[in-house]
């Protein structure tokens, strides 16, 4: 009997000494303000030890553990590490976070003007998001917009989740409005189809109209906006439209021809040749002086990016820093796809270094 009593003791003190080396945790789950939360599910190590918002769990060896809870209707939240000592009950408290995580339904779309309904009820303009909706199937339907045809679709929503949803919407019309500036004035503007051109020269007309309004389907359809006026480039801008963007404006600039070209030109067409006198020698003619063709340096910027136009030639985007051109006056036109066109005139002394600079709208 002191054999056995002996061998107890031993035992019995070996399983306290084993107690002393390990450690434990006691793990209390509540919702906002301490409020009871129920299903949750209470994690050690991405190991699922507890489905209890008061979680006890024994027998850790010491070392640092990651702890999390999650529960339906509450978001979700990263793992956070607990350090174990030998011998210790760590005392944990988790507050979890309503709101997210729930049944829920998000509305998104690049294009503007529409209006969200769900199962019927107008909900408002669009992006919106629902967090209280039912699981199950639901009908979206898009709206409102005068572009864009009118959307039906029915989604279903997973119990729990959240769902984002962006319609594929067609864009079915687009808006151009046409501006003249001054130099375009008088010009000759027509909106070209397909390849078909349209005048709109009577829709500015006499009554000093500098704006014009024109919806235009697209089903099928390329557009382009044209313009010229005697002494002045040709003016050609495409119309491109999309559910970002269904309203574009064009501002028609035009730039002055080079004026020793028309000349040259002019004098090619009207000059006539005179008689000859009678035949008796003449002294020959002087040689003239030709003429400076000094070089000089522009630099070209805007604000935002744009398309540049010197001298009626396309250069490229801004900015464009010492450009090479010769001493004289040079226009920069400035086009812009939202913003439309701006003109600088500059003039350049031969070595000289002129600046032209805009900013837009």
């Known amino acids: 009997?002191?054999?056995?009593?002996?061998?107890?003791?031993?035992?019995?003190?070996g399983f306290?000494?084993?107690?002393?080396?390990?450690?434990?945790?006691?793990?209390?789950?509540?919702?906002?303000?301490?409020t009871a939360v129920e299903g949750v599910s209470v994690f050690v190590d991405d190991e699922e030890v507890c489905k209890t918002s008061t979680c006890k769990v024994p027998d850790l060896k010491p070392g640092s553990y990651v702890v999390k809870a999650v529960a339906e209707g509450y978001a979700?939240?990263?793992?956070?590490?607990?350090?174990?000592?030998?011998?210790?009950?760590?005392?944990i408290n988790i507050?979890?976070?309503?709101?997210?995580?729930?049944?829920?339904?998000?509305?998104?779309?690049?294009?503007?003007?529409?209006?969200?309904?769900?199962?019927?009820?107008?909900?408002?303009?669009?992006?919106?998001?629902?967090?209280?909706?039912?699981?199950?199937?639901?009908?979206?339907?898009?709206?409102?917009?005068?572009?864009?045809?009118?959307?039906?679709?029915?989604v279903n929503i997973t119990k729990g989740q959240t769902l984002d949803f962006e319609p594929e919407l067609k864009l079915i019309k687009g808006q151009v409005n046409i501006k003249l500036d001054s130099s375009a004035q008088d010009a000759k503007v027509a909106l070209v189809d397909n390849g078909k051109r349209r005048s709109l020269s009577s829709r500015f007309g006499d009554s000093g109209n500098k704006a014009v309004k024109i919806d235009l389907p697209l089903e099928g359809k390329t557009y382009k906006v044209e313009a010229r006026k005697s002494g002045y480039e040709d003016f050609e801008e495409e119309l491109t439209f999309s559910l970002e963007t269904p309203v574009q404006t064009v501002t028609?600039?035009?730039?002055?021809?080079?004026?020793d070209a028309s000349e040259v030109s002019h004098a090619t067409h009207t000059a006539r040749p005179r008689p000859s006198p009678s035949p008796s020698p003449s002294p020959s003619p002087s040689p003239r002086p030709a003429a400076s063709k000094g070089q000089g340096t522009i630099n070209i910027n805007s604000i935002p990016k744009s398309n540049v136009i010197l001298d009626g030639r396309p250069i490229g985007s801004t900015p464009k820093i010492g450009y090479s051109v010769p001493a004289g006056n040079h226009t920069v036109v400035f086009v812009h796809p939202e913003h439309g066109r701006k003109v600088k005139s500059v003039s350049v002394t031969a070595g000289g270094v002129g600046t032209a600079a805009v900013r837009f709208p």
Request: net charge negative; no cysteine; hydrophobic share 45%.
């Open 252 to 259: 028609i600039s035009l730039s002055e021809k080079d004026a």
């Open 1 to 13: 009997m002191l054999a056995v009593g002996a061998v107890a003791a031993l035992a019995l003190a």
């Open 76 to 91: 979700e939240m990263a793992g956070t590490a607990y350090q174990v000592e030998a011998g210790d009950e760590k005392a």
């Open 95 to 154: 507050e979890l976070v309503s709101g997210k995580g729930g049944t829920g339904l998000k509305v998104t779309s690049k294009a503007s003007g529409l209006t969200l309904s769900v199962d019927g009820k107008k909900i408002g303009a669009l992006p919106q998001e629902i967090s209280d909706i039912e699981a199950g199937e639901h009908k979206i339907s898009l709206s409102g917009s005068p572009f864009i045809a009118d959307f039906t679709e029915t």
């Open 16 to 34: 306290f000494m084993m107690s002393e080396d390990v450690g434990g945790m006691v793990i209390s789950v509540a919702g906002p303000g301490g």
